[in-house]
């Protein structure tokens, strides 16, 4: 069976007038204070649980917040770990 002929069509490349180049601002590296910002807002999280477990019924404030406490740890570390994503 002869092949049917096959019609080249021209690659699109658009016109030059709507093609504006978009200058991209390099972001640097993050301040060094924005670093220890987020990793000790991770480990104070970390350690309003621990203290929790450890000794949160001794604590009068700890214990007066009963399961809250459970949300601000998480909360600490969730808020730590969402600055992780602006981090460069």
Not at 62 to 65: F, K, P, R, T, V
């Given at each position: 069976m002869p092949k049917s002929k096959v019609r080249k069509k021209a690659v699109y490349t658009a016109p030059a007038d709507r093609r504006t180049?978009?200058?991209v601002k390099q972001a640097g590296p993050s301040h060094p204070i924005y670093i220890t910002?987020?990793?000790g807002i991770m480990v104070l999280g970390l350690a309003w649980l621990v203290v929790n477990?450890?000794?949160g019924q001794k604590i009068p404030f700890?214990?007066?917040?009963d399961n809250w406490n459970f949300a601000i740890g998480f909360s600490l570390m969730i808020a730590g770990l969402l600055?992780?994503?602006r981090w460069r």
């Open positions: 180049p978009v200058k910002v987020m990793l477990y450890i000794a700890m214990a007066s917040l600055m992780t994503m």
